[in-house]
Every structure is written in structure tokens, then in C-alpha cells.
């Protein structure tokens, strides 16, 4: 069974930075994909960035490029996103996503196992 624990979250203000933390439990994670997604009021859930464990692959949604890093720490089978130069826009519940195999990267269907959420807000 796979779990996963956010943190990170926060208020900031924008052009500010955050870094968002997901601890994953359960089994070796060699072969899965972790990716982050996020929600805001009234909109479907989007894709962030991902990366595959295996090799550290990443992938970025466009509004993100540039200002979003994902990053991976083996020895704790943590993933980190690291989010600077933060826009209003930018405010939603973000969540953690892991799941076997590297395709379907990019879609909420292509994870089976999710975090609880953690909430950004970015003021302007």
C-alpha cells in the first residue's frame, strides 16, 4: 500500500517561493512515476510536473516551466517541488501522485495513489 504526505504549503506573496515536500511509504518505487497536481475552486484538477524514479526524467507543465522544479531524494523517497517566482494564478490545493510505470505522466487517470492536499496561496 502507498502512501503519501504532503507539506509544505502556505501563504506568500507573489514572486515569493515555496517548496512542497511529498513523503511516500509502502513499496520499492524503482519503477513508478511521481507527479504533482494541483486544484483551484471550481476548476479540474491540473498537471504540475512529474518525474520517474528510475532515472529522474522530469516533465513540466507549461505555465510552470522555468519557475517549478521537481527533484527526488532516493535515500528518503521524498519529492520535492521547489516553486519560485510564485502568481496569484498559481493559488490551489496541490497534490502528490505516484503510480507504476512512466506513461500517462501528465493525466490524474495515470495515478492511482494520491497525497491529502496541501494549500498555496499566493496574494498579490
Known amino acids: 500500500q502507498v502512501q503519501l504526505v504532503e507539506s509544505g504549503g502556505g501563504l506568500v506573496q507573489a514572486g515569493g517561493s515555496l517548496r512542497l515536500s511529498c513523503a511516500a511509504s509502502?513499496?520499492?518505487?524503482?519503477?513508478?512515476?511521481m507527479g504533482w497536481f494541483r486544484q483551484a475552486p471550481g476548476k479540474e484538477r491540473e498537471f504540475v510536473a512529474a518525474?520517474?524514479?528510475?532515472?529522474?526524467?522530469?516533465y513540466y507543465a507549461d505555465s510552470v516551466k522555468g519557475r517549478f522544479t521537481i527533484s527526488r531524494v532516493n535515500a528518503k523517497n521524498t519529492v520535492h517541488l521547489q516553486m519560485n517566482n510564485l502568481k496569484p494564478e498559481d493559488t490551489a490545493v496541490y497534490y502528490c501522485?505516484?503510480?507504476?510505470?512512466?506513461?500517462?505522466?501528465?493525466?490524474?487517470?495515470?495515478?492511482?495513489?494520491w497525497g491529502q492536499g496541501t494549500q498555496v496561496t499566493v496574494s498579490s
Open positions: 501522485a505516484a503510480d507504476f510505470g512512466t506513461w500517462n505522466w501528465n493525466i490524474p487517470e495515470g495515478y492511482g495513489y
Open positions: 509502502g513499496p520499492t518505487f524503482s519503477r513508478y512515476k
Open positions: 518525474i520517474t524514479w528510475s532515472d529522474g526524467s522530469t
